[in-house]
Protein backbone atom coordinates (compact mmCIF):
# COMPACT_ATOMS: atom_id res chain seq x y z
CA UNK A 1 0.00 0.00 0.00
CA UNK A 2 1.09 3.18 -0.79
CA UNK A 3 0.75 6.03 1.80
CA UNK A 4 -1.31 7.95 -1.08
CA UNK A 5 -3.95 5.50 -1.18
CA UNK A 6 -5.47 3.40 1.28
CA UNK A 7 -5.51 -0.47 1.73
CA UNK A 8 -8.67 -1.74 3.60
CA UNK A 9 -12.06 -2.22 2.45
CA UNK A 10 -13.57 -1.34 5.64
CA UNK A 11 -11.49 2.00 7.36
CA UNK A 12 -12.06 1.98 11.36
CA UNK A 13 -14.82 4.92 12.40
CA UNK A 14 -12.84 8.33 13.16
CA UNK A 15 -14.26 7.43 16.97
CA UNK A 16 -11.34 5.49 17.40
CA UNK A 17 -8.39 8.12 16.74
CA UNK A 18 -6.42 9.28 19.32
CA UNK A 19 -8.12 12.29 21.89
CA UNK A 20 -5.59 14.85 23.77
CA UNK A 21 -6.33 17.96 25.55
CA UNK A 22 -7.47 20.33 21.88
CA UNK A 23 -9.36 17.47 20.43
CA UNK A 24 -12.82 19.17 20.33
CA UNK A 25 -15.62 17.49 21.39
CA UNK A 26 -18.05 15.38 18.84
CA UNK A 27 -21.39 14.42 18.56
CA UNK A 28 -22.41 11.05 17.53
CA UNK A 29 -23.27 13.15 14.85
CA UNK A 30 -20.12 14.58 14.11
CA UNK A 31 -18.56 11.21 13.99
CA UNK A 32 -20.98 10.11 11.44
CA UNK A 33 -20.45 12.41 9.71
CA UNK A 34 -16.44 12.31 9.90
CA UNK A 35 -17.53 8.44 8.86
CA UNK A 36 -19.22 9.25 5.55
CA UNK A 37 -16.50 11.02 4.45
CA UNK A 38 -13.67 8.26 4.76
CA UNK A 39 -15.94 5.53 3.39
CA UNK A 40 -16.38 7.97 0.32
CA UNK A 41 -12.71 8.52 0.39
CA UNK A 42 -12.30 4.99 0.13
CA UNK A 43 -14.93 3.80 -2.17
CA UNK A 44 -13.17 6.29 -4.21
CA UNK A 45 -9.41 5.51 -3.92
CA UNK A 46 -10.05 1.44 -4.18
CA UNK A 47 -13.30 0.93 -6.17
CA UNK A 48 -12.88 3.76 -8.76
CA UNK A 49 -9.80 3.98 -9.19
CA UNK A 50 -8.93 0.88 -10.78
CA UNK A 51 -11.06 1.96 -13.07
CA UNK A 52 -8.40 4.55 -14.46
CA UNK A 53 -6.46 1.82 -15.97
CA UNK A 54 -9.17 0.41 -17.66
CA UNK A 55 -10.32 3.08 -19.56
CA UNK A 56 -6.44 4.09 -20.35
CA UNK A 57 -5.63 0.57 -21.54
CA UNK A 58 -9.19 -0.04 -23.22
CA UNK A 59 -9.99 3.36 -24.50
CA UNK A 60 -7.64 6.23 -24.09
CA UNK A 61 -4.16 4.32 -25.84
CA UNK A 62 -5.82 3.00 -28.26
CA UNK A 63 -7.72 6.43 -29.67
CA UNK A 64 -4.31 8.18 -28.72
CA UNK A 65 -2.42 5.36 -30.85
CA UNK A 66 -4.99 5.53 -33.74
CA UNK A 67 -4.75 9.48 -33.38
CA UNK A 68 -0.80 9.58 -33.44
CA UNK A 69 1.00 6.83 -35.12
CA UNK A 70 1.77 5.51 -31.44
CA UNK A 71 1.33 5.09 -27.75
CA UNK A 72 1.62 8.10 -25.27
CA UNK A 73 5.55 8.46 -24.24
CA UNK A 74 5.02 10.95 -21.68
CA UNK A 75 2.69 11.77 -18.95
CA UNK A 76 1.88 15.18 -20.94
CA UNK A 77 0.29 13.26 -23.72
CA UNK A 78 -1.03 10.77 -21.60
CA UNK A 79 -2.92 13.62 -19.90
CA UNK A 80 -3.73 15.49 -23.22
CA UNK A 81 -5.47 12.29 -23.66
CA UNK A 82 -7.30 11.24 -20.48
CA UNK A 83 -8.44 14.71 -19.51
CA UNK A 84 -11.08 13.80 -22.09
CA UNK A 85 -12.17 10.81 -20.77
CA UNK A 86 -15.45 10.89 -19.03
CA UNK A 87 -14.40 8.03 -16.40
CA UNK A 88 -10.94 10.01 -15.58
CA UNK A 89 -13.07 13.10 -15.26
CA UNK A 90 -15.89 11.19 -12.63
CA UNK A 91 -13.35 9.81 -10.46
CA UNK A 92 -11.29 12.86 -10.21
CA UNK A 93 -14.54 14.95 -9.34
CA UNK A 94 -15.54 12.59 -6.64
CA UNK A 95 -11.85 12.83 -5.18
CA UNK A 96 -11.42 17.02 -5.00
CA UNK A 97 -15.04 16.59 -3.74
CA UNK A 98 -14.34 14.15 -0.83
CA UNK A 99 -11.46 16.83 0.03
CA UNK A 100 -13.74 19.44 0.27
CA UNK A 101 -16.40 17.63 1.94
CA UNK A 102 -13.57 16.95 4.86
CA UNK A 103 -12.86 20.48 5.49
CA UNK A 104 -16.44 21.20 5.60
CA UNK A 105 -17.18 18.76 8.18
CA UNK A 106 -13.55 19.57 10.50
CA UNK A 107 -15.17 23.57 9.85
CA UNK A 108 -18.56 22.49 11.54
CA UNK A 109 -17.10 20.88 14.24
CA UNK A 110 -13.93 23.49 15.13
CA UNK A 111 -17.04 26.35 14.84
CA UNK A 112 -18.76 24.95 17.51
CA UNK A 113 -16.21 23.86 19.59
CA UNK A 114 -13.27 26.35 18.85
CA UNK A 115 -13.57 29.29 21.86
CA UNK A 116 -13.50 25.95 24.29
CA UNK A 117 -10.29 24.92 22.71
CA UNK A 118 -9.06 28.24 22.94
CA UNK A 119 -10.21 28.29 26.86
CA UNK A 120 -8.46 24.69 27.28
CA UNK A 121 -5.17 26.23 25.64
CA UNK A 122 -5.15 29.48 27.40
CA UNK A 123 -5.46 26.98 30.58
CA UNK A 124 -2.76 25.79 29.96
CA UNK A 125 -0.22 27.80 28.31
CA UNK A 126 2.97 27.81 29.33
CA UNK A 127 2.86 24.21 31.14
CA UNK A 128 4.00 21.09 30.43
CA UNK A 129 7.66 19.59 29.07
CA UNK A 130 7.39 21.06 25.53
CA UNK A 131 8.96 24.57 24.84
CA UNK A 132 7.66 26.65 22.34
CA UNK A 133 9.69 29.92 20.49
CA UNK A 134 8.04 31.83 17.73
CA UNK A 135 9.15 34.86 15.56
CA UNK A 136 6.86 37.88 14.69
CA UNK A 137 9.16 38.97 12.18
CA UNK A 138 9.47 35.77 10.18
CA UNK A 139 8.60 36.23 6.69
CA UNK A 140 6.53 33.39 6.00
CA UNK A 141 7.77 32.38 2.43
CA UNK A 142 5.11 33.37 -0.70
CA UNK A 143 4.65 29.28 -1.26
CA UNK A 144 3.26 28.43 1.65
CA UNK A 145 1.25 31.31 1.86
CA UNK A 146 -0.14 32.34 -1.51
CA UNK A 147 -2.23 28.86 -2.16
CA UNK A 148 -4.53 26.82 0.51
CA UNK A 149 -2.28 24.14 0.90
CA UNK A 150 -3.88 20.89 0.39
CA UNK A 151 -6.96 22.96 -0.61
CA UNK A 152 -7.13 23.72 3.92
CA UNK A 153 -9.15 26.75 4.18
CA UNK A 154 -6.47 29.70 4.85
CA UNK A 155 -3.68 27.38 4.65
CA UNK A 156 -1.30 26.12 7.36
CA UNK A 157 -0.65 29.58 7.94
CA UNK A 158 -4.18 31.12 8.72
CA UNK A 159 -3.40 33.39 11.64
CA UNK A 160 -0.85 35.46 12.95
CA UNK A 161 0.27 32.78 15.26
CA UNK A 162 -2.45 34.35 18.19
CA UNK A 163 -4.58 31.77 17.68
CA UNK A 164 -4.64 27.79 17.29
CA UNK A 165 -7.26 27.55 13.99
CA UNK A 166 -4.86 25.98 11.30
CA UNK A 167 -3.44 23.88 13.73
CA UNK A 168 -6.57 22.64 14.74
CA UNK A 169 -7.88 22.45 11.47
CA UNK A 170 -5.09 20.27 10.45
CA UNK A 171 -4.89 18.38 13.26
CA UNK A 172 -8.74 17.38 13.38
CA UNK A 173 -9.52 14.33 12.03
CA UNK A 174 -6.95 15.03 8.93
CA UNK A 175 -4.81 12.27 8.84
CA UNK A 176 -7.02 10.04 10.59
CA UNK A 177 -9.76 10.16 7.91
CA UNK A 178 -7.63 10.98 4.63
CA UNK A 179 -5.61 7.14 5.33
CA UNK A 180 -8.22 5.43 7.37
CA UNK A 181 -6.15 4.85 10.10
CA UNK A 182 -3.27 3.39 8.81
CA UNK A 183 -1.43 6.18 10.34
CA UNK A 184 -2.25 4.60 13.61
CA UNK A 185 -4.32 6.04 16.65
CA UNK A 186 -2.31 9.35 16.93
CA UNK A 187 -1.27 9.97 12.76
CA UNK A 188 2.23 9.16 13.52
CA UNK A 189 2.98 6.21 11.63
CA UNK A 190 5.41 8.25 9.65
CA UNK A 191 7.49 9.28 12.75
CA UNK A 192 7.60 5.01 13.71
CA UNK A 193 8.91 4.49 9.85
CA UNK A 194 11.25 7.05 10.53
CA UNK A 195 12.34 5.57 13.94
CA UNK A 196 12.53 2.49 12.79
CA UNK A 197 14.60 3.39 9.49
CA UNK A 198 17.35 5.42 11.62
CA UNK A 199 18.00 2.19 13.95
CA UNK A 200 17.87 -0.20 11.19
CA UNK A 201 20.25 1.45 8.82
CA UNK A 202 22.31 3.29 11.26
CA UNK A 203 22.59 1.36 14.50
CA UNK A 204 25.62 3.24 15.25
CA UNK A 205 23.48 6.53 15.84
CA UNK A 206 22.88 7.72 19.22
CA UNK A 207 21.68 10.70 19.34
CA UNK A 208 21.92 13.87 21.81
CA UNK A 209 20.56 16.20 19.59
CA UNK A 210 17.51 15.48 16.20
CA UNK A 211 15.58 18.51 14.30
CA UNK A 212 12.65 17.51 12.57
CA UNK A 213 12.16 19.93 10.04
CA UNK A 214 8.17 21.02 8.85
CA UNK A 215 7.28 19.35 11.56
CA UNK A 216 3.48 21.12 11.44
CA UNK A 217 2.14 19.69 14.68
CA UNK A 218 4.30 17.14 15.66
CA UNK A 219 2.61 14.06 14.33
CA UNK A 220 5.90 12.87 13.03
CA UNK A 221 7.87 14.87 15.37
CA UNK A 222 6.66 12.92 18.74
CA UNK A 223 7.68 9.46 18.07
CA UNK A 224 11.61 10.63 17.79
CA UNK A 225 11.22 11.99 21.11
CA UNK A 226 9.37 8.85 22.59
CA UNK A 227 11.96 6.73 21.56
CA UNK A 228 15.09 8.65 21.54
CA UNK A 229 14.65 9.55 25.10
CA UNK A 230 17.97 11.06 26.15
CA UNK A 231 17.88 12.97 22.95
CA UNK A 232 16.95 16.65 22.63
CA UNK A 233 14.57 17.10 19.94
CA UNK A 234 13.70 20.39 18.13
CA UNK A 235 10.76 20.77 15.76
CA UNK A 236 10.42 23.74 13.60
CA UNK A 237 8.09 25.20 11.38
CA UNK A 238 7.52 28.48 9.71
CA UNK A 239 4.21 28.51 10.53
CA UNK A 240 3.45 30.01 13.68
CA UNK A 241 -0.23 28.42 14.57
CA UNK A 242 1.30 24.83 13.83
CA UNK A 243 3.81 25.00 16.02
CA UNK A 244 1.95 26.58 18.86
CA UNK A 245 -0.70 24.13 18.80
CA UNK A 246 1.74 21.34 17.91
CA UNK A 247 3.38 22.80 21.58
CA UNK A 248 0.15 22.31 23.30
CA UNK A 249 -0.51 19.06 21.61
CA UNK A 250 2.78 17.64 23.16
CA UNK A 251 2.13 19.02 26.28
CA UNK A 252 -1.18 17.02 26.52
CA UNK A 253 0.70 14.26 25.45
CA UNK A 254 3.57 14.30 27.86
CA UNK A 255 5.98 14.45 25.26
CA UNK A 256 9.30 17.12 25.35
CA UNK A 257 9.84 19.09 22.15
CA UNK A 258 11.66 22.30 22.04
CA UNK A 259 9.07 23.64 18.98
CA UNK A 260 10.05 26.93 16.83
CA UNK A 261 9.21 28.80 14.20
CA UNK A 262 11.40 28.80 11.75
CA UNK A 263 12.90 28.80 7.94
CA UNK A 264 14.43 25.95 7.34
CA UNK A 265 16.23 27.60 4.70
CA UNK A 266 17.95 29.52 7.28
CA UNK A 267 17.97 28.39 10.95
CA UNK A 268 19.20 30.19 13.89
CA UNK A 269 21.30 26.84 15.00
CA UNK A 270 25.11 26.73 15.25
CA UNK A 271 27.39 24.74 12.64
CA UNK A 272 27.96 21.10 13.68
CA UNK A 273 25.23 21.01 16.04
CA UNK A 274 22.80 17.94 15.41
CA UNK A 275 23.27 14.64 14.97
CA UNK A 276 20.24 13.89 13.06
CA UNK A 277 17.65 15.95 11.00
CA UNK A 278 14.71 14.74 9.75
CA UNK A 279 11.55 15.32 8.15
CA UNK A 280 7.95 13.76 6.85
CA UNK A 281 6.63 14.55 3.67
CA UNK A 282 7.83 18.03 2.90
CA UNK A 283 10.28 17.96 0.35
CA UNK A 284 7.75 17.59 -2.16
CA UNK A 285 5.94 20.84 -0.43
CA UNK A 286 8.62 22.82 -1.33
CA UNK A 287 9.78 24.84 -4.91
CA UNK A 288 13.75 22.98 -5.57
CA UNK A 289 15.06 26.47 -5.43
CA UNK A 290 14.09 26.80 -1.65
CA UNK A 291 14.91 22.65 -1.24
CA UNK A 292 18.30 23.34 -2.18
CA UNK A 293 18.65 26.37 -0.09
CA UNK A 294 17.36 23.95 3.12
CA UNK A 295 19.62 20.89 1.92
CA UNK A 296 22.83 23.25 2.29
CA UNK A 297 21.65 24.41 5.80
CA UNK A 298 20.97 21.32 6.91
CA UNK A 299 24.49 20.45 5.94
CA UNK A 300 25.86 23.38 7.72
CA UNK A 301 23.99 22.39 11.08
CA UNK A 302 24.55 18.18 11.04
CA UNK A 303 27.87 17.36 13.01
CA UNK A 304 30.34 15.61 10.98
CA UNK A 305 29.36 11.86 10.71
CA UNK A 306 25.44 13.10 11.37
CA UNK A 307 23.05 11.70 9.29
CA UNK A 308 19.75 13.72 7.49
CA UNK A 309 16.75 11.35 6.78
CA UNK A 310 14.06 12.48 4.57
CA UNK A 311 10.61 10.27 4.57
CA UNK A 312 8.86 11.14 1.22
CA UNK A 313 7.06 9.66 -2.02
CA UNK A 314 8.81 7.50 -4.45
CA UNK A 315 9.75 9.54 -7.42
CA UNK A 316 9.19 8.96 -10.96
CA UNK A 317 11.78 7.75 -12.26
CA UNK A 318 11.38 4.34 -14.27
CA UNK A 319 7.34 4.48 -13.66
CA UNK A 320 4.99 4.07 -17.10
CA UNK A 321 3.70 7.67 -18.26
CA UNK A 322 0.33 6.47 -17.04
CA UNK A 323 1.11 6.01 -13.58
CA UNK A 324 3.48 9.46 -13.49
CA UNK A 325 -0.38 10.87 -14.95
CA UNK A 326 -2.15 9.40 -12.54
CA UNK A 327 0.11 10.39 -9.47
CA UNK A 328 0.15 13.61 -10.97
CA UNK A 329 -3.28 14.63 -9.59
CA UNK A 330 -2.14 16.46 -6.39
CA UNK A 331 -0.47 18.91 -8.01
CA UNK A 332 -2.65 20.30 -10.33
CA UNK A 333 -6.53 19.53 -8.60
CA UNK A 334 -4.96 19.60 -4.58
CA UNK A 335 -2.54 22.93 -4.76
CA UNK A 336 0.22 20.86 -4.41
CA UNK A 337 2.49 22.27 -7.04
CA UNK A 338 5.71 21.17 -6.42
CA UNK A 339 5.01 17.80 -5.99
CA UNK A 340 5.96 17.18 -9.48
CA UNK A 341 9.31 18.68 -9.19
CA UNK A 342 10.24 16.75 -6.33
CA UNK A 343 9.14 13.69 -7.81
CA UNK A 344 11.11 14.64 -11.34
CA UNK A 345 14.28 15.79 -9.06
CA UNK A 346 17.88 14.38 -8.56
CA UNK A 347 18.13 13.34 -5.07
CA UNK A 348 21.69 12.13 -5.81
CA UNK A 349 22.69 15.78 -7.01
CA UNK A 350 20.96 17.90 -3.86
CA UNK A 351 22.53 15.98 -1.77
CA UNK A 352 25.70 16.38 -3.33
CA UNK A 353 25.20 20.14 -4.21
CA UNK A 354 24.50 20.83 -0.29
CA UNK A 355 28.32 19.40 0.31
CA UNK A 356 27.49 15.61 1.10
CA UNK A 357 29.30 13.14 -0.37
CA UNK A 358 27.79 10.92 -3.08
CA UNK A 359 28.76 7.81 -1.59
CA UNK A 360 27.14 8.49 1.33
CA UNK A 361 23.74 9.20 -0.09
CA UNK A 362 21.20 6.65 -0.38
CA UNK A 363 17.63 6.43 -1.55
CA UNK A 364 15.53 2.94 -0.45
CA UNK A 365 11.98 2.22 0.17
CA UNK A 366 11.26 1.28 3.82
CA UNK A 367 8.64 -0.01 5.52
CA UNK A 368 5.05 1.67 7.20
CA UNK A 369 5.64 1.29 10.75
CA UNK A 370 3.71 1.69 13.94
CA UNK A 371 4.44 1.31 17.70
CA UNK A 372 2.30 -1.53 18.93
CA UNK A 373 2.00 -3.39 22.08
CA UNK A 374 5.34 -4.97 21.85
CA UNK A 375 7.33 -1.86 20.59
CA UNK A 376 7.48 -1.25 16.99
CA UNK A 377 5.88 -3.00 14.49
CA UNK A 378 6.39 -3.39 10.41
CA UNK A 379 3.24 -2.65 8.88
CA UNK A 380 3.61 -2.90 5.00
CA UNK A 381 6.43 -3.13 2.97
CA UNK A 382 8.20 -0.46 0.54
CA UNK A 383 5.11 2.24 1.88
CA UNK A 384 8.06 5.38 1.89
CA UNK A 385 11.21 6.35 -0.11
CA UNK A 386 14.14 7.00 2.49
CA UNK A 387 16.37 9.72 1.27
CA UNK A 388 19.27 10.05 3.46
CA UNK A 389 22.88 11.34 3.50
CA UNK A 390 25.34 11.23 6.35
CA UNK A 391 27.90 14.21 6.46
CA UNK A 392 31.88 13.54 6.17
CA UNK A 393 33.71 13.71 9.25
Not at 294 to 310: D, N, Q, T
Request: proline share 6%; hydrophobic share 35%; net charge neutral.
Amino acid sequence: MHPERGGRKRPPSVRHEGQHALSPAMSHDDFARFDFVMTSYFHVAQDIYPGNKRAYDERVAPRYHKRHGGPPKTRAEVREAMYADPYWQMWSALKRGNQELSYAARSQVLAQEFDALEARAAKANGRGKSTLRLNPDLKVPRYVTAIDIHCQPGGYNASDGEDLYAGAMYDTASLYLATGGEFGKWNDAAGWSMVNWLTTEFPDINPKRILDIGCTVGHSTLPLAQHFTKAEVHAIDVCAPQVRFGKMRADSLDVGVHFSQQNAEATDFPDNHFDVVTSAMVLHEMPQKAMKRMAKEIHRILKPGGVMVHAEQPQYHGQPAAEQFLREWDTRFNNEPFRCGFRDMDLTGLATGAGFRAAGVHQDMGPGCALGPNGIEVRGPGLWLFFSARKSH
